[in-house]
């Protein structure tokens, strides 16, 4: 593997079926945990953007949406991800 290309679930099984992450609900604890877990990953020097789809396993991604950290309200946004869809959160700092 090379060791730059880290692929993970979001959940400790071997899928994530039945996670709150798509459900509509930002309140839930496991879209909060979620969600601090990523703004975590901002700290890690070089880290450029982070993945996320919700999708089976035999489905094709039909759509991908690039859009940054900064512009997103980020338990919102992971309450409400679509399935078929791949999204690509930027991480890096802006410059204004």
Not at 38 to 55: F, S
Not at 66 to 79: K, N, Q, R, V, W
């Amino acid at each position: 593997m090379n060791a730059h290309n880290y692929e993970y679930t979001i959940t400790n099984g071997h899928c994530d079926c039945g996670t709150a992450v798509g459900q509509g609900d930002a309140k839930q604890s496991e879209v909060k945990e979620l969600a601090e877990h990523i703004k975590g990953l901002q700290n890690i020097r070089d880290i450029k953007w982070v993945c996320i789809a919700k999708k089976w396993w035999d489905d094709n991604i039909e759509e991908k949406q690039t859009i940054h950290i900064d512009d997103i309200d980020l338990p919102h946004f992971l309450a409400n991800v679509k399935e078929k869809r791949l999204y690509k959160i930027q991480m890096f700092r802006k410059c204004y």
